[in-house]
Each structure stands twice: as C-alpha cells, then as structure tokens.
C-alpha cells in the first residue's frame, strides 16, 4: 500500500467519522427529546399523584381534629354543667337553712303581728265605744 491509499483511506474514514459522528449527535438529540419528554410526562404524574395524596392526608387530618374539637367541647361542656349542678346544690343547701330561719321569723312575725293586730282592735273598739252621753270619746 502507497502513501497515497493510506491517504484515500484516511480521507474515507474521516469521511465516514464526521458522518458517523453528525448521526450520533442527531441520535442523541432525539433521544434527548424523547427522555425529556419522558422524564416531564414522569414528573406531571408524580406531581398530581403527590397532590392527591397531600390532599388526602389533609382531609384526613381536618376531620381528626374536627373530631378532637368537637370532643373538647362535649367534655367542656359536660364540665361546665358539673359546675353549675355542684353550685345549685351548695345554694340549695344554703338556701334550706336559711328557708327554715326565715319560716320560723316569718311565724313569729305572723304571731307578732295576729298579737298587734289584737291590741289594735282593743284600741280601736276603747276609742270608738260611745261615752255616757251617746259619743265617742276623744
């Protein structure tokens, strides 16, 4: 072999490497494009995926504590009717022995005044009695 076909070869495999190389590039490019388009098609699917789960376990947390809440407020609830019942029992407790002292006044107020009442009709029958002549006294 010459120089001259070592030279017409090398010319031929630069030939072929620049076409070889200008299709792998265009082979890459495409396939780029289509792992581009695979990857964005991956992460819109992850995505909606993620919100639907986030979602989910937002809900459901809504409702744990909704239900936490409306606990709270029935045990509140059922506390502040304890306290309102202990403090009708300790006023109706109060109340009974001050109702037995105000019964026993009351009675005695009621004597007291049947006694007044008595005396003034006394007073009332002396006053109006008429006197010898036939009138009242003064």
Not at 5 to 14: T, V
Not at 124 to 138: D, F, H, I, K, Y
Request: hydrophobic share 40%; glycine share 4%.
């Amino acid at each position: 072999m010459s120089d001259e076909d070592l030279q017409q070869i090398r010319a031929l495999l630069g030939e072929q490497k620049v076409e070889i190389k200008a299709e792998v590039v265009e082979a890459l490019r495409e396939q780029k494009a289509e792992i581009k388009a695979e990857v964005v098609e991956a992460l819109r699917e992850q995505k909606a995926e993620i919100k639907t789960e986030v979602v989910e376990a937002l809900r459901e947390q809504k409702s744990e504590i909704l239900e936490v809440v409306r606990q709270q407020k029935a045990e509140t609830l059922e506390a502040m009717r304890d306290m309102q019942t202990e403090i009708l029992r300790g006023l109706e407790r109060f109340s009974r022995g001050n109702f037995s002292r105000l019964h026993r006044l009351d009675v005695s107020d009621q004597d007291l005044n049947d006694r007044i009442n008595a005396l003034e009709e006394r007073v009332l029958a002396l006053e109006t009695r008429p006197g010898p002549l036939g009138s009242p006294q003064p």
